[in-house]
């Protein structure tokens, strides 16, 4: 069974700092790799998808990349903000696996003012 | 487009009841999931359908647990009997094509609570 995994579960920093967030993926033979982002009680909202022709992907201060030789995915946030404080999932899009997706278990993040 | 849609936002039902879950994808994706989310197991893929057809419902954890697409834009996620367990939220999500072309789009989510 394909495998995705975050690292760290959680991360507090302080407001401003630049952070990453690490994924990985115990599978290459991926198609898409997408980063979420949920508030708590509410839905997921997609962050960044990068197709796996492509090696990252940029939405404002966020970057994502994706290094499907070595099974890994950042989620580079810059200059963080307290409205980043969200728990970040990324999910893998396994050629095995058509158009499911894998979730990773996340990662929650706290921005401190 | 006003994204994935679902209904209700919350539920609160008695152990026993018949619980219905409604969806309605984005006009123009062929392809529709539904997840449950639990702190306990994370999101879970019950069953995803292809053009209305059901292509993997492994995921569906008993025959309490029913799904049918009846067109493009509708789909329910059906739960007769509820229990106490089934208490999650569950996500409803559409994607343009295969492989996640375009990425997941998912609804807000159906908050359930059995008790």
């Known amino acids: 069974k394909q495998e995705v995994t975050q690292i760290p579960a959680a991360l507090s920093v302080p407001e401003g700092e630049n952070l990453v967030l690490n994924c990985s993926f115990t599978?290459?033979?991926?198609?898409?790799l997408q980063w979420f982002r949920q508030d708590p009680g509410k839905g997921l909202t997609s962050l960044l998808l990068i197709q796996s022709s492509q090696r990252e992907q940029t939405s404002g201060r966020l970057n994502a990349s994706l290094d499907k030789s070595s099974g890994r995915s950042t989620l580079y946030i810059a200059a963080s903000q307290p409205g980043d404080s969200a728990t970040y999932l990324c999910?893998?899009?396994?050629?095995?696996?058509?158009?499911?997706?894998?979730f990773g278990e996340g990662t929650q993040l706290t921005v401190n003012p | 487009d006003a994204g994935v849609i679902q209904s209700p936002r919350h539920e609160v039902t008695e152990m026993g009841q018949e619980v219905t879950l409604r969806c309605k994808p984005i006009s123009g994706h062929d392809y529709l999931f539904w997840y449950r989310q639990t702190m306990m197991r994370g999101l879970e893929l019950l069953i995803y359908?292809?053009?209305?057809?059901?292509?993997?419902d492994s995921g569906m954890p008993e025959d309490r647990f029913s799904a049918k697409m009846p067109n493009a834009s509708f789909s329910t996620l059906k739960i007769q009997p509820s229990e106490p367990r089934d208490s999650a939220v569950y996500f409803c999500a559409s994607s343009l094509a295969a492989g996640g072309a375009g990425g997941y789009t998912f609804g807000s989510g159906t908050r359930l609570t059995v008790v």
């Open positions: 359908f292809n053009n209305n057809v059901p292509i993997d």
């Open positions: 999910a893998a899009y396994l050629e095995t696996s058509g158009s499911r997706l894998t």
């Open positions: 599978d290459s033979a991926i198609y898409n």
